[in-house]
Each structure stands twice: as structure tokens, then as C-alpha cells.
């Protein structure tokens, strides 16, 4: 008796009603990436139910052939989701700039951000000033290959800057004048005019906080990094 009670309620219209309810419910859900799945798992599930109904049935090719749409459409787009957050979005030559120095973006967030900026190369005979000490901010640079010399006074070589450093980030951050110059010699870098990174900060907000991040971090590499050139300096200066 029990088994023929549930024959008679789980039929096809209870069961249309059921996944009609669930489809219904599923707009509630604040994850858009969430939503597709569970679009996914309901239009399988009304697949198989037309299947079962009998195609003969009126409105079941509609419903099955509008589930199979939704089913594709949803993994296409469930596909480019997890592909836009995967390394393998990126281009090969942009793959150990991002891996050394921009993996608190997404790798979608890395592209949009590598677009917002332009590649430059200078050869060692351009020696090319791109910052000056005492001016206003004007691009940030980020050394994709290559080398950089930071001026010091009289014009001596004070220290090198190297593939994963940042050039102006002082002056992005505080807002303030550049405070030392920066020569190019054999370099390769990706720079971010004022302008654009305005654009950046106001269109792609969450990038723009990541980026700050990522240089202020940066920042601690190079004190470190100069600490502890200074107290190979000083050992060296104890030993005469």
C-alpha cells in the first residue's frame, strides 16, 4: 500500500511542480557562479523527466530541448568562470611577471590591469631618465627584464633595480614629488600613466587596492633588501 501512495504522488506534474518551485528558489542565491550550477543540476533534472513523461507528451520536446539550451549556455558560461581565474587565461610571456609578482590578482584582474598599460624597451644607449628627482608624479613602472640604476647626488650610481622591482611607487603611493632619479640601461617595462591608473582606481576599485598592495609589499623587499647590503657594507668596513 505504502509503495503504491508514493507511485501516485511522485508523478510527472508533482514533479514538474517540485523542480518549478526549486528553479524559483534558486534566484535567491547571491553567487552568480552558484546560480549557474544549480541551473545546470535542475534543467538535467527536467531532462530526464521529460524522458520519462514520453516525448510524446504535450510540451516535453519544449522542455527538453529548452533544458539542453540552458545546460550549454550555463557550462559555457560555468567553463569561462573557472578558465578567467586560471593560469592558463594568460599568456605565456606574461606568466612569470604574474607568478613572481601579481598572484593577489586573479588572473582576469592581472589582464584587465597588464591592458591599462603599455610595454616600453629602452637599449643601454637610450639612457633614458624616467623619473626625475622633484617632479610630480607622472607613471609608475614595473620592470619586466632588464636593469635600472637609481641615481644618487653628483650624479653617482647608488643601487640597480631588477626584473620584479617598481619604479615611482614611492611617489604613486604617498602622493607626494619623486624623491631620487632612475636611469634606464638595457630595460623592458610595463608602465601605468597618472590617467590611467585614475581609471583604474575608479572603475576596477577592487585591482586598484590589490595593485597598492602588491607595491607596498614590494616596498619591504627592497628595505630588507637593503639592509642587508648595509650590514654586508658594515662587516666589510669592521674587517680594515
Known amino acids: 500500500m ?3 501512495a ?10 514538474f511542480i517540485v523542480l518549478s518551485v526549486l528553479e524559483s528558489l534558486s534566484f535567491l542565491t547571491t553567487s552568480l ?3 549557474r550550477i544549480i541551473t545546470v543540476a535542475l534543467a538535467l533534472s527536467f531532462v530526464f ?3 520519462w513523461t514520453g516525448l510524446a507528451a504535450a510540451g516535453m520536446k519544449a522542455i527538453l530541448l529548452g533544458s539542453i539550451l540552458d545546460i550549454s549556455l550555463n557550462l559555457w558560461m560555468i567553463y569561462r568562470y573557472f578558465l578567467a581565474r586560471s593560469i592558463r587565461s594568460i599568456p605565456s ?3 612569470t611577471p604574474y607568478e613572481k ?3 593577489l590578482l586573479y588572473p582576469y584582474e592581472f589582464m584587465q590591469l597588464i591592458k591599462q598599460g603599455k ?3 629602452f637599449n643601454e644607449l637610450d639612457n633614458r631618465f624616467l623619473i626625475n628627482n622633484g617632479e610630480e608624479f607622472k607613471s609608475l613602472y614595473y620592470i619586466l627584464e632588464g636593469e635600472a640604476i637609481v641615481m644618487g ?3 653617482l650610481e647608488y643601487t640597480s633595480l631588477f626584473s620584479g622591482d617598481w619604479i615611482s611607487e614611492m611617489s604613486f603611493l604617498s602622493n607626494q614629488k619623486t624623491s631620487s632619479e632612475v636611469r634606464s640601461k638595457s630595460t623592458k617595462v610595463i608602465s601605468w600613466e597618472k590617467d590611467s591608473l585614475v581609471q583604474i582606481q575608479k572603475n576596477m576599485p577592487e585591482i586598484y587596492t590589490k595593485l597598492t598592495g602588491i607595491i607596498s609589499g614590494n616596498i619591504c623587499t627592497k628595505l630588507c633588501r637593503a639592509t642587508k647590503d648595509n650590514m654586508k657594507l658594515q662587516r666589510a668596513l669592521n674587517t680594515y
Not at 508514493?6 to 514533479?15: A, E, G, V, W, Y
Open 119 to 121: 610595454v616600453i624597451e
Open 6 to 15: 508514493i507511485n501516485k504522488i511522485l508523478t510527472p506534474d508533482f514533479l
Open 2 to 4: 505504502n509503495l503504491i
Open 101 to 103: 609578482s601579481f598572484s
Open 153 to 155: 647626488e653628483n650624479g
Open 93 to 95: 610571456e606574461w606568466i
Open 49 to 51: 523527466l521529460a524522458l
Open 33 to 35: 557562479i552558484l546560480f
